[in-house]
């Protein structure tokens, strides 16, 4: 089992940036693929980005390609997200997730392949 704690949100205007930190702890951190995902009001939790285990591997929500970067040090415990050229629509509660099974790498998209969660961050863009 992995603890998670989400920090970094805020209120920013359009086109400012954000990085959204996820501190871990438990001993087997490393060995979990990582997600991000946000859920704006009255919308269902969606997929933002996700990296494989090692690091080896991410993969984004297409709306948010080109913009946003996961990154992760596993010496560290945590994973990042460097979100850039924010958009309006980009306002949710971000949540950052392990995956259920160890070593996957699949990186994916379907929460219901993470078991622990992060209370989550306000992220709001303002127009």
């Known amino acids: 089992q992995v603890q998670l704690v989400e920090s970094g949100g805020g209120l920013v205007q359009a086109g400012g940036s954000l990085r959204l930190s996820c501190a871990a702890s438990?001993?087997?951190?490393?060995?979990?693929?990582m997600g991000w995902f946000r859920q704006a009001p009255g919308k269902e939790r969606e997929f933002v980005a996700a990296?494989?285990?090692?690091?080896?591997?991410?993969g984004y929500e297409d709306s948010v390609k080109g913009r946003f970067t996961i990154s992760r040090d596993n010496a560290k415990n945590a994973v990042y997200l460097q979100m850039n050229s924010l958009k309006p629509e980009d306002t949710a509660v971000y949540y950052c997730?392990?995956?259920?099974?160890?070593?996957?790498?699949?990186?994916?998209?379907?929460?219901?392949?993470?078991?622990?969660w992060g209370q989550g961050t306000q992220v709001t863009v303002s127009s």
């Open positions: 438990g001993r087997t951190f490393s060995s979990h693929d």
């Open positions: 990296i494989s285990w090692n690091g080896g591997n991410t």
């Open positions: 997730a392990a995956s259920t099974i160890l070593y996957s790498g699949r990186n994916s998209r379907d929460l219901r392949e993470y078991a622990d």
